[in-house]
Structures are given as structure tokens and as C-alpha cells.
């Protein structure tokens, strides 16, 4: 990186003692100007005229006369510069989808420094001199496409595309520091990037091609580089297989960069910068340019922040509404920036930031002894795990050690490494020691409000002193840690005598806390255990938590102190063996070798098309996302990109903040005052019905006299401009009178029999009298938590009424506009032709955005009607995971009857789910649960019982795969406690019990097992099974703290939705006269690349190239009566409905081709017009006639099954529940498959989104029912460190389906279940660990296995010591 980075070898005087004396004289000299100027007294509102702001959008000059200090970049580019590439995601910089590039030239160096950021968190007035790049600057479809867009897209890193512009840009960012990146830097660039939809795979495939390593074909197999001795020559030669053509990729070319604003380089330069002040409605923002400025500012307004990052700052302004009438900024401040070297150490200035800081440290580490960089490593390593690039690139170290964080980073490390602060005051300078006083309080420091930290001191390590840093976080990267510290010892010279030791942990408590009876414990002891074994004690003592400790996780918090004390006690023992201070035996201790932190590249195999295929028939063949360029170059428009019209309005909702209360007073008196606000909406003003009804059950759309959940929405309020509407929203009063014990879990519904009716049986064989003759039962029960949808893209509508006869357009970002569409009608009380619903594409909805969709749509159109003006309505994140529903949380509880030789004969499996406070879905969902309550399991006595309990939780909804992962969950962990009741291998208790041959489920649908077994089979051969079980009981002989485990998961998942009318299906298509056609079907485009795939079926019906067929929307005025885009059935249904029009409409060319057979496409058409053929045709599909009586307890609920399986192992640090998962293989039965690429795309994301089901997403809740995890700051969905290291996909070869479109299977949910595997192998390593303590048999873990559950499943010797009360339940 260029930059301050160089900046190391320029290191200036000690600024420290030279600086001081003449600072404070100008100070005082400059104090009665400076008073009047800036003491910013009450309220400012009314606004000033400020300064202009000055800087550069994609090379063009941006000035602002009234520049809003309250205005982050991300709206500016939105809303007034209409750059609607850069996305909103989160508004708190954890999802990277508004990653823009900034430029800023450094006059002291003479350099330009590129980083990456988030523009949600960037203050817009903080950009003054900047050059700002987004992702409409680096390439068009108008223009040229930048080769990283063009690389992402191609490779199939783009689904439904709402993450891609923020990741095009970080590559971007990276590229231009770095043009040939190492594959650590992708991962580490792009490790702020959430993608929900491709399981990041192709994105990080497509960024491979910029590296010069090899990208290994691994044609000689798994982890054998082609390039190493002779190519595998058992493998039939055949034309490799490739999901595409790195050949034909543009290169990139540096020179074709913008470049960086020349006028703003001479700005930069300019000698006598001046102080820039700007004022808003309620703050004003001040960036002072010395640092006798500084001090004064903050003299005269020690309540003022000073900004540097606003990482801090910005979402506590955005999310707790503090409001902060003065901000200065010393971002222009060089005394911040400065770097001085003195024989202890270095003085860093606190404004660098954390980037800045780790490359200034990496630079210094190679200039000296390593014995003196101890604290200089251990900071860099720290540094790496902290946040994203996004925000280290921005986030100062002075802001990170000030704002105190409870689980800060860099504090306990910095404490440990006895580092210092210098601070200015008006009262001169002084130094200040990092230690346990220096931490006051949450968030509170020994620092007074007006003292500014100028530089922070960070000594040189002395001979003898070791520092470690240790963190472990419910995500490896970009993720808050749970428990962090710093630890350094020092040792008497040449001996194992602790001379001096210091620990600091964050994460504990309020503060950074000292360990300080721990520390005087080892102080002139020798290293050793005997020293060690009562220290843990006295650690445990000195940090307990109370059972109601902030933060939870009480008991892994407390073994995590003690994990990481004895990680630290190994290491120093390890570094004294080597150093032969000591010749202790440390075999066992020794530390395994660590693994690799790359990702490989991943092998994925698919059936070519016969080689009779015409050429120009793309079906079966790896056809890029027909969207995916326009997606990459930030083109692609979704809801919240369409234009404001005049006069539209924003919408806010107000909701509940009880869980069951009555309403007793609503007051919008003080929100009517807020400026811009036009009109409140309530229950009272809907013009037809109030409720939606669904599955028999009424939900109303506001609430109007009671509320049954906090998140349920009352009213909603109405502004010209988003920032109004939420300010309005926010000052709305709700009185309440709460309602006696509300129901949260689902122990407390079933205590009070709380249900949605119907609850479900099925039962095959007599299960009672089953278990009389069995050799052994066994009784269990497993949860498994909710799931946050976190479709990138949050619920979005705008409604614009046209202006006459009650005719409204919505545009929604919906999985089911018809629903839409009927539910607005409904609300307002006219017919459904006067209502059109529109979607171009939606941003991800994984069963999220059809129900709530609705009725959000419906409160929209109600704004609407009642002020005759387009309305719209966009949820934030918080919001949206608020208000919206997930997962159904499930309690499985199970009895199962078995022989000694492994089969099972008879199974009870009973299935709680928390629907929360209305039905939605809920009975569906539970009847979609009993469905799979058989896996792939022929078990002949089989009963499975559901129900879905009500409780004052928001309600949950739909979620890719209906049921189906938590069914299949619970199934498959019982016959794992069956294998450990019998002490075998699970893999042998699954295959003696599955299917074999034509088979009937336990609701006698008849089926072939032929394919699944084919799956398992095959799953088992490529993952070369057999041989790395034996390798992993190996590895954790020999491995004490860190196990191995591995397992293989089938799946049997059926298709379709089960309601006869629910699969129809119907498509329009339209030639014109120059050839061109369009294809309107009822499928959304959610990202599973469904225009692609029938994009490709209208080309082979109608013989043309895909190029003349266009998609371009889907609207109820086209397609009416759409089914929901869902349960993996929409192409099978939307194909053939568009299989049939094009083939009406082909037929109809028959005379014409016969007549003219050499003609071309075109000149059929036109002589077709001149017959006056008509060339629009429509297209239907009925769908299978499905059905489930539940008398009878048989059916045909689905239309076919897909088949499957997946074995994964993992990698389990024991002492911390850290783990990575080595390698997953996944064999799929997608049929002959429509687009390799699309469903290898699909089939990694759902496994993606399985593993972050059972591993990590977990939903909280307060005691009071409020949902704590409304982001991705607390709540966790996989990223690109969560990737398998090697991810391998094959999909089964000659397999057919009759069922479906040219033999193909939908395949978006079945794979969801396989992430599963994931869990089992972290079950299987935490049984070896378990092993190793002497324990052995089935032992209890819930999903999602977080490190957290997984560590105190491994029972250590550290877990054991800590008194465990009951874990949290998960729902
Ligand atoms: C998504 C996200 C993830 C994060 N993850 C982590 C993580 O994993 N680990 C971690 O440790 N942190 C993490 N952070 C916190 C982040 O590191 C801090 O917010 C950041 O370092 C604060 O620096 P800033 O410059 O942005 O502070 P700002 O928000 O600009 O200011 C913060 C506070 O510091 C004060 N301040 C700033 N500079 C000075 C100074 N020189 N003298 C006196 N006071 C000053 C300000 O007055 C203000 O009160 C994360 C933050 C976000 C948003
Ligand atoms: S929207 Fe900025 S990081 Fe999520
Ligand atoms: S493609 Fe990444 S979120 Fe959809």
C-alpha cells in the first residue's frame, strides 16, 4: 500500500519534547479569538451558512454549500447524486455493501493513500480534499467494464447482486494498492463483505484470476497440484470441465485508473489551511487544521466528540439517537499523524488508523532484533482479526483506546505491553499510563472531557519478555470478540523465573480488567506447571461473572480466560524450549502444525451437453447470470434505486415496544411537529380490511387495541425525507397496560397449551408396540435455533397512485406480487385490476419476503391512498430483523427402538416450533417437518408428531427449506446418539437403515432410492472417506487440544408446495417485428438465476440465440395469479409455462419456415406480421396435482425428491470452540441440470447458509421478548473466513427426472439441510475431546454449535472447572 505506510522511514524528531512549550504558547495567544468562533451553545436550530465542502465523486468536483453534518456519504451518493450502486445493508459498517474507494493525498509524504470504506459510516463533511470512487466510477456497460466487475460476474460471484458492487469494490480498493494480490490479501480485503446468496466460492474464484499463484486445476485430485509429477492417468481424458473461460478475461491494466484529482493535490499542498465549519438543522461539524485549534475547540466544548472514524460515534448517532450538536473532526491535524522513534520504543499518533497503524508495525518489525518486537507482533496480529478493512482503514487507535470498548482489542494488549498516552489539555501536556486505572467505566477512561490523546507510546520488548495476543469471536473476522487479552512475561535472564508478568482481558466486564492476583501469583516462580495448576484457580476467582453478567455466555466467557492463559503458559513454554532455557519434554503440549489459511481452489464436476446439441442451445450449459454484469457495474436497479418522484414521501413504522399489553394511548402530537412531517397512519384509516388472514388465522396489519409482541406495528408516519420520517417515528408516544405473562419459549406454550391449530401426527407401523421388541431404546431431545433471513437487500416498496379511478402501482421487492397484489386491493377495499405490482428483482428473500412482504405493502398503500402520493418504504436493518420473522426455532424430542445391530425398528419423534404471535405459515411449515421426519430412513414403525406453539414473539415465517432443516435435524442427530449408544460408526448406522430401491414413505409416496444411494455412495468415494476417518483418529491421538472430526449427511428433500393450486405457473411472450422477444413468466428473480434458466428454455424452444430474448420484469398485469417464488419449484413451474408459450408461438411459425426454409429468424417474423400471425402468446402450467390427507395419513405433498449428500470435516480448537472446516464434499442429484454454474451456485449457497444455521446465527432475545440481534454486528451470518478450505462439488451424472422441465430438479433449498454435516463433524471432534476426558456415549449439543457450545461439549479440564448452570435455550 502506498501512503503513510512509507512514511516509517521518514520518522520525525521527538515531536514530544520539542513541540510542547511553543504549542501551548500560541494556545493561549489564540484563545479569546477562537472563543467566539466556535462555542456552539443549545440548540442550533436554525442554520448557518457554513463553508463549502470540496471533493471529488469519479472524477468529478463535488461542492457543497450545505453540506448536512448529519449526512453520511451513503445517502449523498444515493439521493442526491442518484449513484444508487452503493447499497445500504446494515448503515453500521458490517456488511460492506456501501464499500466505496477514498483517495486523500498526504502532503508529508508526497503520496496518495487508497482505502476502502464504508460509505454508511463516512461523514460526508469529512470528505472535504478527498477522491471518492464508487462503483459506477471504475466501469459501465455504456463504457468499458473494469475487469474485477468483469471477473466477479463471470466466474458466478453474483446471485440476486445486492452484495456485488460493495465487492467489486473492495477488490477494486485492493487492486490499486496491490495489482497482483497474494490469496491471504483477498480474503483478508473482501472479509467485510457479507454475501448471503453464493456461499462466496465464485467471488473468491473470480478474484483468484488477479493472483500469480497458480490456480491449481487439482486434476491429480484434492490438494495434488497438476504441476507436480504425472497427470492422473486413471481419469478417462476428457475435456475439462470448467464453470468458465479464464481465457478470454480483459486484463487489467493500471493505467486505465482514474486519476487522483490534481486540484486536490494542490489543495493539500496549501500552506495555511483553513478551519472549515458546517452547519446543519441540529449539529455543526468543525474541522480544525492545528492542534492549539484543537485543544481550544475542545476546551471551550469538552462534550463535543472529537471524530476521526466515526465507527464509534456514527452508530451510536444512528442507532441510539445521540445526538451531538458540535463534532470536530481533527482529521487535518498533523500532530495526529506523526511517527517518533526513542530508544524504548515508538510514538504513534492517535489519529492514524488501524490500518495505517499495522502497516507502520509491519514495517518496523524487519528494522529490529525480534526479541524487541514482542509487543509490535502481537499488536499486528491483533490488528489482523480486528473489524474489517473497511473500518480499520478509517477507525483511529486514539478512537479505539478512548472509546473504551468492554471487549476492545487493542486496550488489553496495549495495557499488558505497558504502553502510554500522551494528551494535550489547556492545561498543558501530560503522560498517561495504559493500566487497570485507566479504565473507569463502561465506555470511560481517567481522561477529562477536554483532553485530546495526541500519541500513543509503544515500547520495544526487552530481552526475556514475551507478548501474545489471544481473541475468540462468534465469527473469525469482522466480529466483536467474546473474550480478548494481552499477556506479556518477562523472565529473570536466562532462566524460567517470572521476573515480571501482566495480563489484561477484554470482554469481562465493563472494562478492560488486570489479572492482577493472578499476575503476583507467578511473579519469581518458575514457568512450569506445579507454578501454573493454582493459578487457574486464582484466575477464575478474580474474574467471575455473575449468571446475569451483560453479554451472557457466562460460563465459556470464564473458561475462555482460563483457555487462554494456558494457550499462553504452551507458547512461552515452547519459545523457552526452543531458546534451551529449559529442556522440559513438551511432546504432548507441542503446538500442531496450524492449517493452512487459504482457501483452495475447489473442484466442481458436471455432466457436459451431448455432443449432438446444437450449439446454440445454452440449456445444460454454464451460462452466466443474465444480470450479473449490470449487477457487478452497480447498474442493476431494485426497489429502493427507482427515482423519487415529486413529491413522494417517506414512510417510518412505529411498533410495540411490550410483548403483550394493551394499547391504552397513541400521541403524534410531537411527531406532527418534526419538519417535513405530512401525516400519521393508524389501523383507523385503512379504507377496506385490517387483517390479513392467513392459514384461518386473522393478523392485523397495525395494531389497534392490543399488541402481542414487541416489533408488532401500531402506526406509521409520513415525511418528505427519510432521516424526518424516522426522527417523527421516534417521537411517537404509545401508553400500554401490559397483559399478564406473556409466553416466550416453547416450554412455556406447551405449559399453557398455546397452539395454532392444527397440531399434525403421521404414522406408519405401530410404534407403540414397536418398542416391545427391540433390543435397546433410547430417549433424546435436540433444539435447533432460529434464523435471520438477512437478505442483503431489506424489505422495500414504493406505492404511487396513478391518479385515477383508485389505480395504484407497487413496486415491491416481493417473492409474490400476486399475494401483493391481492393484499393491497384487499386493504383498500378495491378489485384487484386496479392494482399492479411490479419487481424487477429483489435482493435475496430465502422465504422472507412473501407474507410480511404483503402486509407491509398493504400499510405502504394505505399512506398512499390516504395522501394521494407515492409513498415508500425501506426498512433498516434493525428493522427489518425486528418486525419480519425468522426461522421457526424447534424443539425435537425423540424415542428411538433399535436392534444391536444397528437397525432402528421404531422411532417417536415429536416437534415443537415457536411460531411466534401469529400463524403465518406455521402449520405448513409443521407439516412440511413431518413430511421428513424419515430422512432417507426406511424405519418401518414411525410416528412423528408437530405443533406449532404461539407466543409473543414476532412471528415466524417461511425460510429456504420450510422445515425441512430442522426435520431432518433432529432425525439425524438421533441416529448419531443411536451410533454412540452402540459405539459405532454413524456412516453405518445410516446406510443399514436408508432406503433401498423402489421405496414408500412413511405417507406411502412411492419413490426410486436408486439416486439417493447413488449420492451416498459416491459422497463417500470422492471424499476418499474410509482412508481420512483413519487419518483423523490419527491426528487426534497425537493432538491434545485441537480434534479432528468428520461427517457424512444425506438428504432426501421434497419439491414443490404442498397445495394443489400453489405450483401453477403462467408465462407471456411477445416476438416483435424486428425479431426481438420477451419473456414475462411469474417467477422472481431472487437471485437463483431464474430469468437465466428461462431465458435458455425460450432460446432452445424458439431456435434463437439467448442474446435476442429479454426478461425484464415481473408484473401481475403480465403473468396473473403468479405462485410464490418458492420451495424450489418456480423454474420446474414458470419453465414449463414458458416451454409452452414459446412452442404455441413456434408452431405458429410452421407454415412460414415451411414456406421459406432458408429464411432467417428475422424475416420469418416479418413475413409472419405481414400474415398477420399473432406473435404474443401465453403460457400455462397446472403443476402436479398434489395433495396430503391427513386422515389417511398418505399423499403426494411433493413433486419429486432431490437427492443428496455432503461429508465435511473440521478442524476444532478444543480450548476456545474455534473451528474451521477443512474440506466439504457435496454429490447432488439436481437431475440433468438446466445451468451447471446457476445450481453449483445454489448448492453452495444453501450449504453456506446451512452452516451458518447450525453453526453460527443465533437469534437473542431479551427477558422482555425484545430481539437484541437486529444486525450484523450481533448477529452473524457466515463469511468469507468461513469458507470449507476446499470446497468440492459434484453433481450426479445420467441421473433424469420426469418430473420436471428437460429432466432438471429445482435444487435452492435441499442442499440447506447439508451445512448440518458441519455440525455433526464439530459433534464428532468434541467426541474425541470427550474421549480423552474418559467420557463416552451420546452427550447433548444444540445448533447452532457456536464456539461457544462446541467448547463446553469438548469438557476440558478448564470447562470442568467452572460450575455450569443451564445454557440459554435457543428460541
Ligand atoms: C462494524 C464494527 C466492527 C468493529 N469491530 C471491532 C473489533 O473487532 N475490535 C475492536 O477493538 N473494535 C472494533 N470496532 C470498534 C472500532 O475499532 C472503534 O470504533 C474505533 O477504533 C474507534 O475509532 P474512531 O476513530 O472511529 O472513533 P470515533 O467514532 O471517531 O470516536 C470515538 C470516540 O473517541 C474519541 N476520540 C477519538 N480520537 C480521540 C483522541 N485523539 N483523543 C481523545 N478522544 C478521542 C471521540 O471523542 C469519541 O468519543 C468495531 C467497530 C465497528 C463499527
Ligand atoms: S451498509 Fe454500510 S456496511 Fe452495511
Ligand atoms: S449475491 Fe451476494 S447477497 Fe446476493
Redo the contacts with the bound molecule.
Keep these: 500500500m502506498d501512503g503513510h505506510g512509507a512514511g516509517v522511514a521518514a520518522i520525525s524528531q521527538d515531536f514530544h519534547t520539542m513541540a510542547t512549550e511553543d504549542t501551548l504558547r500560541t494556545l493561549c495567544l489564540a484563545e479569546s479569538f477562537f472563543c467566539n468562533l466556535y462555542k456552539v451553545g443549545g440548540n442550533m436550530a436554525t442554520r448557518k451558512q457554513g463553508d463549502t465542502l470540496c471533493f471529488y465523486i469519479n472524477g468529478k468536483k463535488v461542492t457543497e454549500n450545505h453540506a448536512d453534518p448529519e449526512m453520511t456519504l451513503l445517502p449523498f451518493l444515493r439521493e442526491k447524486l442518484r449513484l444508487t450502486g452503493t447499497k445500504y445493508g446494515c448503515g453500521?459498517?458490517?456488511c460492506g455493501a456501501c464499500t466505496i474507494m477514498v483517495s486523500r493525498y498526504q502532503p508529508a509524504s508526497k503520496t496518495i493513500r487508497h482505502f476502502s470504506a464504508n460509505a454508511c459510516?463516512l461523514p460526508l463533511c469529512q470528505l472535504h480534499g478527498a477522491a471518492v470512487i464508487t462503483v459506477e466510477g471504475i466501469g459501465s456497460t455504456k463504457t468499458r467494464i473494469h475487469p474485477v466487475q468483469e471477473r466477479i460476474a463471470k466466474a458466478h460471484g453474483s446471485q440476486c447482486g445486492f452484495c456485488t458492487p460493495g465487492m467489486v469494490m473492495s477488490m477494486y480498493t485492493l487492486l490499486r494498492n496491490r495489482p497482483q494480490p497474494t490469496m491471504e490479501d483477498i480474503t483478508q480485503a473482501l472479509a467485510g463483505n457479507l454475501c448471503r446468496c453464493t456461499g462466496y466460492r465464485p467471488i473468491i474464484d473470480g478474484c483468484r484470476t488477479f493472483c500469480q499463484e497458480a490456480n491449481c486445476c487439482q486434476i491429480n485430485g484434492v490438494g495434488e497440484c497438476c504441476l507436480n509429477g504425472e497427470k492422473n492417468i486413471s481419469e478417462p481424458e476428457q475435456e475439462k470441465q470448467q464453470l468458465f473461460n479464464k481465457e478470454d478475461l480483459l486484463p487489467l491494466d493500471p493505467t486505465q485508473e482514474l486519476i487522483f484529482p490534481p486540484e486536490l493535490i494542490l489543495m493539500a499542498e496549501t500552506a495555511n489551511p483553513e478551519t472549515l465549519t458546517f452547519h446543519g438543522e441540529r449539529m455543526t461539524w468543525v474541522l480544525p487544521t492545528s492542534l492549539e485549534e484543537l485543544v481550544h475547540l475542545k476546551t471551550s466544548n469538552p462534550n463535543a466528540?472529537?471524530?476521526?472514524?466515526?465507527?464509534?460515534?456514527?452508530?451510536d448517532m444512528k442507532f441510539k439517537g445521540v445526538l451531538h450538536p458540535l463534532i470536530i473532526s481533527p482529521t487535518r491535524v498533523m500532530e495526529?499523524f506523526e511517527v517518533t522513534q526513542t530508544p524504548q520504543g515508538v510514538w504513534f499518533g492517535?489519529?492514524w488508523s488501524?490500518s495505517e497503524v499495522q502497516s507502520l508495525l509491519e514495517d518496523l518489525v524487519p528494522q529490529f532484533p525480534a526479541t524487541k518486537t514482542e509487543l509490535f507482533k502481537a499488536l499486528i496480529q491483533q490488528l489482523r482479526n480486528?473489524?474489517?478493512q473497511q473500518?480499520r482503514n478509517?477507525?483511529?487507535l486514539?478512537?479505539?483506546i478512548?472509546?473504551a470498548?468492554p471487549n476492545?482489542?487493542?486496550n488489553p494488549i496495549l495495557a499488558a505491553g505497558n504502553c502510554k498516552l500522551s494528551v494535550f489539555s489547556s492545561g498543558g501536556k501530560r503522560e498517561v499510563a495504559l493500566n487497570q486505572d485507566f479504565f473507569v467505566s463502561l465506555g470511560k477512561t481517567v481522561?477529562k472531557p477536554e483532553?485530546?490523546?495526541v500519541s500513543v507510546f509503544i515500547p520495544f520488548s526487552r530481552k526475556g519478555e514475551f507478548v501474545r495476543a489471544f481473541r475468540q469471536a462468534p465469527r473469525k473476522e469482522?466480529?466483536?470478540?467474546t473474550v480478548t487479552t494481552g499477556m506479556r512475561v518477562l523472565f529473570s535472564e536466562g532462566s524460567r523465573v517470572v521476573e515480571d508478568v501482566s495480563i489484561y482481558y477484554g470482554g469481562m466486564g465493563p472494562t478492560t480488567v488486570c489479572a492482577a492476583k493472578t499476575c503476583l501469583a507467578l511473579i519469581a516462580k518458575p514457568w512450569n506447571d506445579d507454578t501454573l495448576s493454582p493459578v487457574y484457580d486464582i484466575l477464575l476467582e478474580e474474574l467471575t461473572l455473575p449468571p446475569s453478567a451483560p453479554g451472557g455466555k457466562v460460563e465459556f466467557r470464564q473458561s475462555l480466560t482460563l483457555s487462554f492463559l494456558f494457550k499462553f503458559y504452551l507458547e512461552i513454554l515452547q519459545k523457552l524450549r526452543e531458546m534451551n532455557v529449559i529442556t522440559d519434554e513438551l511432546l504432548e503440549k507441542m503446538p500442531i502444525q496450524p492449517l493452512p489459511r487459504e482457501i483452495q481452489p475447489g473442484l466442481h464436476e458436471f455432466q457436459n451437453v451431448s455432443k449432438d446439441q446444437s450449439n446454440q442451445d445454452p440449456v445444460g450449459r454454464p451460462i452466466m447470470h443474465r444480470s450479473a454484469i449490470s449487477q457487478a457495474t452497480g447498474e442493476a436497479v431494485y426497489c429502493d434505486d427507482i427515482p423519487r418522484t415529486e413529491g413522494e414521501l417517506f414512510l417510518a413504522l412505529v411498533t410495540s415496544s411490550r410483548a403483550h399489553a394493551k394499547i391504552t394511548g397513541l400521541d403524534v402530537s410531537e411527531a406532527l411537529q418534526v419538519p417535513g412531517v405530512v401525516d400519521v397512519v393508524t389501523a383507523g384509516d385503512i379504507p377496506g380490511k385490517k387483517v390479513r388472514t392467513l392459514e384461518g388465522y386473522d393478523e392485523e396489519l397495525l395494531a389497534e387495541k392490543e399488541v402481542s409482541c414487541v416489533g408488532q406495528m401500531i402506526c406509521a408516519v409520513l415525511a418528505d425525507t427519510r432521516a424526518h420520517a424516522k426522527r417523527a417515528a421516534a417521537a411517537v408516544k404509545i401508553s400500554y397496560e401490559d397483559l399478564p405473562e406473556p409466553v416466550f419459549t416453547i416450554e412455556e406454550a406447551v405449559e399453557k397449551s398455546s397452539f395454532f391449530e392444527p397440531q399434525r401426527t403421521i404414522e406408519r407401523g405401530n410404534v407403540t408396540e414397536a418398542f416391545k421388541s427391540v433390543d435397546q431404546t433410547f430417549e433424546g431431545e435436540v433444539r435447533i435455533g432460529g434464523q435471520e433471513h438477512f437478505y442483503m437487500e431489506t424489505q422495500s416498496m414504493l406505492v404511487v397512485p396513478v391518479g385515477e379511478e383508485a389505480e395504484f402501482k407497487a413496486y415491491v421487492s416481493s417473492q409474490w406480487p400476486t399475494l401483493t397484489q391481492l393484499a393491497i386491493a384487499e386493504t383498500l377495499g378495491i378489485p384487484s385490476n386496479r392494482v399492479t405490482c411490479h419487481v424487477k428483482r429483489i435482493g435475496g428473500g430465502f422465504g422472507g419476503k412473501i407474507c410480511k412482504t404483503a402486509i407491509l405493502a398493504s400499510i405502504t398503500s394505505v399512506a398512499a391512498w390516504k395522501t394521494n402520493r407515492a409513498v415508500r418504504c425501506v426498512l433498516e436493518r434493525g428493522e427489518d430483523m425486528l418486525i419480519t420473522g425468522a426461522r421457526h426455532p424447534v424443539l425435537g424430542k425423540y424415542k428411538v427402538g433399535f436392534m444391536n445391530d444397528g437397525r432402528i425398528v421404531a422411532a417417536d419423534l415429536q416437534y415443537f416450533t415457536n411460531a411466534g404471535n401469529t400463524v403465518d405459515e406455521s402449520v405448513s411449515v409443521v407439516e412440511k417437518i413431518l413430511f421428513h421426519v424419515d430422512n432417507v430412513y426406511n424405519i418401518p414403525n414411525l410416528r412423528g408428531r408437530g405443533a406449532a406453539c404461539r407466543t409473543n414473539l414476532p412471528s415466524n415465517t417461511a425460510f429456504r427449506g420450510f422445515g425441512v432443516p430442522q426435520s431432518a435435524f433432529v432425525v439425524e442427530n438421533m441416529i448419531n446418539d443411536v451410533a454412540m449408544v452402540l459405539g459405532r460408526p454413524a456412516d453405518q448406522i445410516r446406510e443399514t437403515n436408508m432406503y433401498k430401491g423402489l421405496s414408500l414413505t412413511h405417507y406411502k409416496f412411492e419413490f426410486s432410492a436408486e439416486n439417493m444411494l447413488r449420492c451416498w455412495e459416491q459422497c463417500k468415494a470422492k471424499s476418499d472417506y474410509d482412508a481420512r476417518r483413519r487419518a483423523i483418529e490419527q491426528f487426534n491421538q497425537q493432538s491434545r487440544w485441537k480434534k479432528r472430526g468428520m461427517s457424512i449427511i444425506p438428504i432426501k428433500h421434497g419439491n414443490a408446495i404442498t397445495e394443489r393450486s400453489s405450483n401453477q405457473a403462467g408465462a407471456l411472450v411477445h416476438i416483435y417485428q424486428d425479431g426481438s422477444v420477451v419473456v414475462t413468466h411469474g417467477g422472481i428473480e431472487m437471485g437463483q438465476g431464474i430469468h437465466t434458466k428461462l431465458q435458455q428454455v425460450a432460446s432452445r424452444e424458439l431456435h434463437i440465440p439467448a442474446s435476442k430474448i429479454h426478461i425484464s420484469e415481473t408484473s401481475t398485469n403480465t403473468v396473473p395469479n403468479s405462485s410464490a417464488s418458492a420451495a424450489s419449484f418456480t423454474a420446474d413451474s414458470n419453465g414449463m409455462a414458458v416451454k409452452n408459450a414459446c412452442q404455441t408461438l413456434y408452431q405458429r411459425l410452421v407454415p412460414i419456415r415451411e414456406n421459406n426454409p432458408k429464411g432467417s429468424w428475422e424475416t420469418w417474423i416479418k413475413e409472419a406480421f405481414s400474415e398477420k400471425i399473432s406473435l404474443s402468446a401465453t403460457g400455462f402450467y397446472g403443476g402436479p396435482d398434489i395433495y396430503m390427507d391427513w386422515e389417511k395419513m398418505e399423499g403426494r405433498p411433493h413433486a419429486y425428491f432431490v437427492f443428496a449428500a455432503c461429508c465435511c470435516e473440521v478442524e476444532l480448537d478444543c480450548l476456545t470452540g474455534d473451528y474451521t472446516t477443512v474440506r466439504t464434499d457435496i454429490v447432488v442429484d439436481v437431475g440433468r441440470s438446466l445451468n451447471p454454474s446457476v445450481d453449483i451456485g445454489q448448492i453452495e449457497g444453501a450449504f453456506m447458509q446451512g452452516l451458518g444455521l447450525y453453526t453460527m446465527e443465533e437469534l437473542k432475545f431479551s427477558p422482555s421478548g425484545l430481539l437484541y440481534t437486529r444486525g450484523p454486528?450481533q448477529y452473524k451470518i457466515p463469511a468469507v473466513c468461513d469458507l470449507p478450505l476446499q470446497f468440492n462439488i459434484y453433481l450426479l451424472p445420467d441421473s433424469d427426472n420426469p418430473h420436471a422441465i428437460y429432466s432438471s430438479k429445482g435444487i435452492g433449498e435441499p442442499v440447506l439441510f447439508l451445512g448440518s454435516s458441519v455440525f455433526f463433524a464439530i459433534k464428532d471432534a468434541a467426541a474425541a475431546a470427550r474421549l480423552q476426558s474418559g467420557l463416552v456415549g451420546p452427550f447433548s449439543l444444540d445448533s447452532p454449535s457456536t464456539p461457544e457450545r462446541a467448547c463446553l461439549a469438548c469438557a476440558s479440564v478448564f470447562t470442568q472447572k467452572i460450575p455450569v448452570s443451564k445454557l440459554n435455550g435457543t428460541d
Design positions: 453500521g459498517g458490517g459510516l466528540p472529537l471524530v476521526m472514524g466515526n465507527t464509534n460515534i456514527g452508530p495526529l492517535a489519529g488501524l480486528l473489524a474489517s473500518i478509517v477507525a483511529s486514539g478512537g479505539n478512548v472509546s470498548y476492545s482489542d487493542l481522561l483532553e485530546i490523546v469482522s466480529a466483536f470478540a454486528s
